[in-house]
């Protein structure tokens, strides 16, 4: 395996790494995000329900 060969699959391998942390964050805040508006929804139809006569 000549040297620029393995610069180019440690390049690869880096990106590929920041692909998957990237995905991996977005995950994390698509279900932070999720949570959230769930709570919001609970939160709300809680107090429609205990301020309905």
Request: hydrophobic letters at 55%; proline letters at 2%; glycine letters at 4%.
């Amino acid at each position: 395996m000549s040297s620029s060969t393995g610069c180019w699959f440690v390049l690869l391998h880096n990106s590929s790494l920041e692909i998957l942390s990237g995905q991996r964050i977005l995950r994390i805040f698509l279900r932070q995000v999720l949570m959230k508006t769930c709570i919001f929804f609970m939160a709300v139809t809680v107090v429609l329900q205990v301020s309905a006569p």
